[in-house]
């Protein structure tokens, strides 16, 4: 599937992900160096954090508990925020929009 990606600097690439991959790892596998990601995926850090666009916000879902959590720590929070390691990429998520988020 497909995976579009706003940058900070506002620049929109589309990048080909693998399904059943995260989309931070779809991001990083692309090349792309924004996203931190410090603690590899295991929903404790936040630095994966992205807004999803508004389109894709019933198919992507929102927080699960412990990342609502950690997304409260953030001083960007946005109704459409998550944390791009909790995302699977999927042939439904097809052309999914994310935008990185600012860093804390
Ligand atoms: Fe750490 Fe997503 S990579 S919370």
Same mark, same amino acid.
């Given at each position: 599937p497909k995976l579009i990606v706003v940058t900070r600097e506002g620049v929109e690439k589309t990048a080909e992900a693998d399904t059943g991959l995260s989309v931070m790892e779809a991001i990083r596998e692309n090349?792309?160096?924004?996203?931190?990601a410090l603690c590899g995926?295991?929903? =404790? &850090?936040?630095?994966?954090h992205v807004f999803v666009d508004e389109a894709w916000s019933d198919a992507v879902g929102g927080p699960g508990e412990d990342e609502n959590d950690l997304l409260d720590s953030?001083?960007?929070?946005?109704?459409?925020?998550?944390? =791009? &390691?909790?995302i699977e990429m999927s042939n439904a998520l097809d052309g999914l929009r994310v935008i990185i988020a600012p860093e804390d």
């Open positions: 090349g792309f160096d924004e996203l931190l995926g295991c929903c =404790s &850090c936040a630095t994966c953030s001083g960007h929070k946005q109704p459409n925020s998550r944390l =791009s &390691c909790q």
